[in-house]
């Protein structure tokens, strides 16, 4: 490189790498919150930290404004960031999935797309980002988790978005 170029950042392979490099982090495991004058861990030691992992990713490359704890307020600023619901999974959208109720009652799930069959988004059982099925793989011929939005933005080469 040429000492007066100035280097020209390659925003998606950026997130891509990001996103695939987060698997197996526990980086995305705790959010400390002062509740009823208690500490408390908002995300339960990772099992529920699929927002904050999203979130945390699209903040760090400036596709959004604030890291968030809940699907709902992620894809709040998403779209009040320029995301944009599309139909087609493409590598780097993010995903949305049904609501399924668990030990922590009933909540939706988000992840990131790695192509038209893979995904990566946190696990509660692992507690970390792992790579899987982009519908947790099927049962009876149907979605064991079936994708009810995908995102997607076309800021991936374009400076900020705020």
């Given at each position: 490189?040429e000492?007066?170029?100035?280097?020209?950042?390659?925003?998606?392979?950026?997130?891509?790498?990001?996103?695939?490099?987060?698997?197996?982090?526990?980086?995305?495991?705790?959010?400390?919150?002062?509740?009823?004058?208690?500490?408390?861990?908002?995300?339960?030691?990772?099992?529920?930290?699929?927002?904050?992992?999203?979130?945390?990713?699209?903040?760090?490359?400036?596709?959004?404004?604030?890291?968030?704890?809940?699907?709902?307020?992620?894809?709040?600023?998403?779209?009040?960031?320029?995301?944009?619901?599309?139909?087609?999974?493409?590598?780097?959208?993010?995903?949305?999935?049904?609501?399924?109720?668990?030990?922590?009652?009933?909540?939706?799930?988000?992840?990131?797309?790695?192509?038209k069959?893979?995904?990566?988004?946190?696990?509660?059982?692992?507690?970390t980002?792992?790579?899987?099925?982009?519908?947790?793989?099927?049962?009876?011929?149907?979605?064991?988790?079936?994708?009810?939005?995908?995102?997607?933005?076309?800021?991936?080469?374009?400076?900020?978005?705020?």
């Open positions: 490189m000492q007066n170029q100035k280097p020209i950042p390659l925003r998606f392979d950026t997130y891509m790498a990001m996103i695939e490099g987060s698997i197996g982090s526990r980086q995305f495991a705790h959010l400390f919150a002062e509740v009823n004058g208690e500490k408390t861990d908002l995300l339960s030691d990772g099992e529920l930290s699929c927002a904050f992992y999203v979130s945390n990713i699209l903040v760090s490359l400036g596709f959004m404004r604030e890291v968030h704890a809940r699907v709902s307020s992620t894809i709040s600023d998403m779209i009040q960031s320029g995301w944009k619901e599309v139909s087609e999974v493409l590598p780097g959208a993010v995903i949305v999935w049904e609501e399924k109720t668990g030990p922590h009652g009933s909540h939706a799930h988000i992840g990131f797309c790695l192509n069959d893979t995904a990566i988004s946190n696990s509660d059982k692992e507690k980002p792992v790579e899987h099925h982009i519908t947790f793989g099927e049962m009876g011929g149907k979605p064991i988790r079936a994708i009810t939005k995908i995102y997607w933005t076309d800021n991936f080469s374009s400076g900020q978005t705020h």
